[in-house]
């Protein structure tokens, strides 16, 4: 019986989920590649972040989105789940707007961390 646990998101870029999961300070593997449960289980990840017990948090794309795969049971992070993806959907959608603005000519005017844990960001692109 697995213990995995799968957990819809509405991530779909991999490179700004990867520097969502780096913000937070998490080292990430890419793939795919495998992510280890219990008694020696593994599920096929994109990027898969190592936990010191062994049991391996993974992203695995399901065709449309990118999915959290873990062993719930064995969650070894300092925030809770709802908290991680949190934060994790926080940082993605911060690089998801900067790229998209760069692809559209504009430029970070502003940044300003808010004492909610929001960002405000002011964008600016100069035209002739």
Known sequence: MSHFSTIKTKIRSLPALKASLEDLG???LEGPRSIRGYQGQTRQAQIVLEQS????????WNGQEYE?????QYWAQPLTV?????????GYAYHTVIAETQKSGFQVAEQQQNTDGSI???VQRWSE
């Open 26 to 28: 998490l080292e990430t």
């Open 53 to 60: 017990n062994n049991y391996d948090i993974g992203f695995s």
């Open 82 to 90: 709802d908290g991680f993806l949190s934060k994790v959907t926080q």
């Open 120 to 122: 405000r960001l002011v």
């Open 68 to 72: 959290l795969i873990a062993d719930l």
